[in-house]
């Protein structure tokens, strides 16, 4: 069956420019995360949905970076007037109701901010 | 507040030999552990996980880990490697509020 999807693949914009990074969950499931993976480290967490709230977005760096699912399944994580740090791989992943144990990732997407 | 440490960064191991990747978490509360395993240009994709019972937990493509938890330790290990496990390795640990904290990674080199 289809996993997570995450669009575009790959970002390059420049300093100050603001992007739009699309997550599509496994269909069905309820809760939905963002994480961040800079060049050699691991992935870092950045914000958690259940169902159409933000549950947890302790992990957001600042108030540049913000992430909304409307309507429950696609989510959007926006960040404002990038800067050069914030490029990174931004991965997303999903877990059915129930089971937050397992986390499917989707194949993230790189942004490259000059 | 949890971390994870992953002790070695780089694993470099021959073909048909063993390899343990050692993992560390801190925790004063109940904690699940997990081994995912990223492939090149891919995806997390999950190895194993821990939630209770049995300390020895087996995962797929023939890999197993064990919970220690005196020793606050979940090492992933594998008999004998193949050259197609040549991935990057992350631990992760869950604590309360289902968010994962990952280690730094181990790069995993088979050589032929």
């Known amino acids: 069956g289809a996993g997570v999807s995450q669009t575009p693949s790959n970002k390059v914009t420049e300093k100050g420019k603001y992007v739009e990074l699309r997550c599509d969950p496994i269909s069905g499931h309820t809760a939905l995360y963002w994480y961040r993976q800079s060049l050699g480290q691991g992935p870092e967490f950045l914000i958690y949905f259940q169902g159409t709230g933000a549950a947890d977005d302790s992990g957001l760096p600042n108030d540049r970076f913000f992430a909304v699912r409307p309507e429950g399944s696609v989510s959007t994580l926006k960040i404002q007037r990038t800067e050069r740090g914030d490029s990174a791989v931004y991965l997303c992943?999903?877990?059915?109701?129930?089971?937050?144990?397992?986390?499917?990732f989707g194949p993230g997407t790189r942004l490259t901010v000059l | 507040a949890q971390s994870v440490t992953q002790l070695d960064s780089q694993v470099p191991v021959f073909e048909e030999a063993p390899v343990e990747l050692r993992c560390n978490y801190s925790s004063s509360v109940s904690v699940y552990l997990f081994w995912y395993v990223q492939y090149p240009n891919q995806g997390l994709q999950l190895l194993l996980k821990y939630l209770s019972g049995s300390t020895l937990v087996k995962g797929i493509n023939g890999f197993e880990a064990e919970f220690n938890k005196s020793q606050t330790s979940f090492h992933l290990r594998k008999p004998s490697v193949h050259i197609s496990d040549t991935a990057e390795y992350f631990c992760a640990g869950q604590a309360a509020g289902n968010k994962l904290t990952f280690g730094g990674g181990t790069r995993v080199l088979v050589k032929p």
């Open positions: 992943a999903s877990s059915p109701q129930g089971d937050y144990n397992e986390q499917f």
